[in-house]
């Protein structure tokens, strides 16, 4: 693109949105207007994320996703448009594609991934929280051929209280450092790629300055791939101490998930991205990392040794 770029960004508060704007902003020479589109009642219910934003440059508008005419009027001028909005209004964002079909100033969308691996095998097509994305992907090819797409595909976020977390449902997995417990999933073995969410937002950034490499194309990129046993033995390094540990096998696993589908329980999807994380669906032959030239990432000890200290102060009495 040879102006710099004009950017919208939806969901720019939200638990992995904040990465992202913050590594836009900190990238803020490589772009011209930074925008966010949040609701009115993020407005009054985070006034202090918002604040900071205005106070670094970032316009903010406000509205509604769902009404035509105020996405239209804050697609204005705009060339790219960043999603994350969250789990719930991933559907929310075909008519946001369309309406950037028919404004032809805009000319790439990164819808909300940042996550599994959608089309990782053929059984992904049947996967149960992939439904929304696998729509969202599929409006994305029925737009004019100048709007171009990239899909920033992370793998599960490693940081507390993501992946390196206390899990409210253990047996999914969890590495509690109060208890000194973990609960391995599978054999304890199992290769996973995890990536930090300030490397989310890195990678988003570099996947805008890098678009020669990332258009139309589906980026997998990882902070690093480890094993359950190996995060248990660097947690038990950083706390000086040895940890009870139990594993959740694959076959208990697919248990629970279905127990949970079953009952509509909300942890479902939570069971399912485990599962298939279990099985491998985060393992590439390579990473796409250097492609958008991201050749540095956050360190498994750097995650651990953070995990450590929130869960500690999660426990401190509160002045
Ligand atoms: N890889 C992983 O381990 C992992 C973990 C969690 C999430 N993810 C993925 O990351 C992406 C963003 O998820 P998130 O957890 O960061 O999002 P989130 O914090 O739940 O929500 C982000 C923003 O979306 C907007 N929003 C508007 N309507 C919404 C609705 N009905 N439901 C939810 N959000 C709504 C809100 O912003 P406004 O009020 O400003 O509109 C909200 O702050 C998703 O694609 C999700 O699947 C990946």
Known sequence: MADKSNLLIFGATGSIGKYIIDAIVNARDSFGRIAIFTSPNTLT????????LRHKGVDILVGNIANRDEVLKAYDGVDTIISALGRGAIAAQIPL??????????????????????????ASQHEKPH?????VRA???EVRS??????VVTGPYADFPFYLGRSRSPRGGTFDVVAKKAVLLGDGQGRISLTACAD????????????????NRALKVNSFTTTPAEILAVFETHTKSTWSVEYTPLDELRALEKEAWDNGAPEATVYTLRRIWTEGGTLYDR????????????????LVEDSIRKQVEELAPKH
């Open 139 to 141: 409006a994305l090819k």
């Open 97 to 122: 594609i369309q309406l950037a079909n028919e404004t032809p100033n805009i000319k790439r969308f990164l819808p909300s991934e940042y996550g599994t691996d959608i089309e990782y095998s053929p």
């Open 200 to 215: 989310v937002g890195k990678f988003v950034a570099h996947t805008l300055t890098h678009w020669d490499a990332a258009r």
């Open 287 to 302: 990473r796409d990392n250097e492609d958008i030239g991201v050749t540095q990432t956050t360190t498994l000890s750097e």
């Open 146 to 151: 100048d709007l171009e797409y990239a899909y």
């Open 45 to 52: 219910s985070k006034p202090d994320e918002i604040n900071a």
């Open 131 to 135: 439904q929304q994305k696998l729509k």
